[in-house]
Structure formats: C-alpha cells, structure tokens
C-alpha cells in the first residue's frame, strides 16, 4: 500500500477505535527516515493496547507489516514502524509530556478522511481454540 494510503488507513481504524485528536503529519522533508507519522492518543493503558491490536491485526490481514512493537508492554506509549509510516498511540499524558505535535508542527498534515482507500479487511474473530 502506498505510505500516504497506510497512514491514511492506520488514522481511520485509530477513528474507528474511538482513538482522539488523531494527526496524520507529512515528515518526509524533514526527517527523512519516514514519510508520514500518525499520532493518536489513547485515553488508557488498556484503551493503548486496544488500539495497537487492532492496527496491528487489521493492517496485517491487508498486508502490511511492522517490525517489533516498541513500548506494547507499558501501555504507555507504542510506536509501530512501517518504515514509510510511524504509528505513534499514546496515553494524553504522554503525548503533552513528550510534545510530539510541538516537534513537527511546521510539518503539513495530512487531511486522512479525504483520502480514498481500499477495502480493509475486519479483524477475524478468534476461534475458542486459539
């Protein structure tokens, strides 16, 4: 998928997971390492974690693939890595502490709810075996 079409993809399934103040920026021209960072704010550890499984398990099943999950444990603060696009979920507490939309506010944003994307595959149901 295309790194504009993944962010996209990743801030609507953060919208759909009742994620907040969801923020799409364009760091290509600034960082160099990534094209797109999403950030996304959680209202608890376990709404962190509620998010984090379902990006992970919604983009996985369309084919896109992060590598290891950093800060999946705490809950506090998980960072995805697609390498195109960074996924950061955090608590509000971590999101003013760390000041990531004070870092990249020169950044352009991306308007994610006009972009047009492809059909996402849902989260498949776990089995009672599993």
Same mark, same amino acid.
């Given at each position: 998928?295309?790194?504009?079409?993944?962010?996209?993809?990743?801030? %609507?399934?953060?919208?759909? +997971?009742?994620?907040?103040?969801?923020?799409?920026?364009?760091?290509?021209?600034?960082?160099?390492?990534?094209?797109?960072? !999403?950030? !996304? %704010?959680? %209202?608890?550890?376990?709404? !962190? +974690?509620?998010?984090?499984? /379902?990006?992970?398990?919604?983009? +996985? *099943?369309?084919?896109?693939?992060?590598?290891?999950?950093?800060?999946?444990?705490?809950?506090?603060?998980?960072?995805?890595?697609?390498?195109? !696009?960074?996924?950061?979920?955090?608590?509000? /507490?971590?999101?003013?502490?760390?000041?990531?939309?004070?870092?990249?506010? /020169?950044? /352009?944003?991306?308007?994610?709810?006009?972009?047009?994307?492809?059909?996402?595959?849902? *989260?498949?149901? +776990?089995?009672?075996?599993?």
């Amino acid at each position: 998928m295309q790194a504009r079409k993944l962010a996209a993809a990743a801030a %609507t399934l953060a919208d759909e +997971k009742k994620g907040t103040d969801i923020r799409v920026y364009d760091v290509g021209e600034q960082i160099k390492v990534a094209d797109y960072f !999403v950030v !996304v %704010t959680a %209202t608890s550890r376990p709404h !962190v +974690k509620a998010l984090y499984n /379902e990006l992970h398990v919604r983009l +996985k *099943a369309a084919g896109e693939h992060h590598s290891r999950a950093e800060g999946a444990e705490a809950g506090w603060w998980v960072l995805l890595d697609y390498v195109d !696009v960074v996924v950061h979920i955090l608590q509000a /507490e971590a999101r003013e502490y760390y000041g990531l939309d004070t870092l990249y506010e /020169e950044c /352009e944003q991306l308007d994610w709810r006009s972009v047009t994307l492809p059909a996402l595959p849902e *989260a498949r149901p +776990k089995s009672v075996a599993e």
